[in-house]
């Protein structure tokens, strides 16, 4: 079955740039898609189709995808950001969610 | 605003049954593939199953197939998810969340606030 490997923590200091991978084999020829989940919360949308951003996510959010890996960033990182990162893809038809990063804004 | 209520959890000795629903509101329900994602406590996500606009085709995990059975009800706006020879780790909290209509590629654009399913004796 396909994985998605992810690193399980990534610190950042308040207006760094927090950049977040997701490895899997030949990832570039899929699409990845991103979710952000606070503690207590349902995950939320941030980034599909590799680089597109849903209506109200905002700008700092954006993404790429090439090769084996697929990669979140986040631009001039705000507190309000600390949460877990996963990222997504297709298997056929079946959805594949990668292990996530815990965000930590130091 | 596009709504996503799930209901229908709780405790259940292993071995038991649980129906889960989602009442779906303020979008056009029967025109989405819906989903059921889980998160077991302080564990990462894990897609559980999908179901097309009519209900006519569903895809499970390897985990879950042959004891879980999505379904829907666009009549009801309501999506199932009836869970059967339940075992302790499938204990988690379920999502239901709704596909964005893109064709390739699509993400998971609403989620529910999950009801949690625990399996102990």
């Known amino acids: 079955s396909y994985e998605l490997t992810q690193p399980p923590s990534v610190s950042v200091s308040p207006g760094q740039t927090a950049s977040f991978t997701c490895s899997g084999d030949?990832?570039?020829?899929?699409?990845a898609c991103w979710y952000q989940q606070k503690p207590g919360q349902s995950p939320i949308l941030v980034i599909y189709?590799?680089?597109k951003r849903p209506s109200g996510i905002p700008e700092r959010f954006s993404g790429s995808n090439s090769g084996n890996t697929a990669t979140l960033t986040i631009s001039g990182t705000q507190a309000v950001d600390e949460a877990d990162y996963y990222c997504?893809?297709?298997?056929?038809?079946?959805?594949?969610f990668g292990g996530g990063t815990k965000l930590t804004v130091l | 605003e596009v709504q996503l209520v799930e209901s229908g959890g709780g405790l259940v000795q292993p071995g038991g049954s649980l129906r889960l629903s989602c009442a779906a509101s303020e979008f056009t329900f029967s025109i989405y593939w819906m989903h059921w994602v889980r998160q077991a406590p302080g564990k990462g996500l894990v897609w559980v199953s999908r179901i097309n606009p009519d209900g006519s085709s569903t895809t499970y995990a390897d985990s879950v197939r042959g004891r879980f059975t999505i379904s829907r009800d666009n009549a009801k706006n309501t999506l199932y998810l009836q869970m059967n020879s339940l075992r302790a780790e499938d204990t988690a909290m379920y999502y239901c969340a709704r596909e964005t209509i893109e064709a390739t590629g699509p993400g998971l654009d609403y989620w529910g606030q999950g009801t949690l399913v625990t399996v102990s004796s």
């Open positions: 030949k990832l570039g020829d899929k699409y």
């Open positions: 189709q590799d680089t």
């Open positions: 997504q893809a297709w298997d056929s038809s079946t959805v594949v």
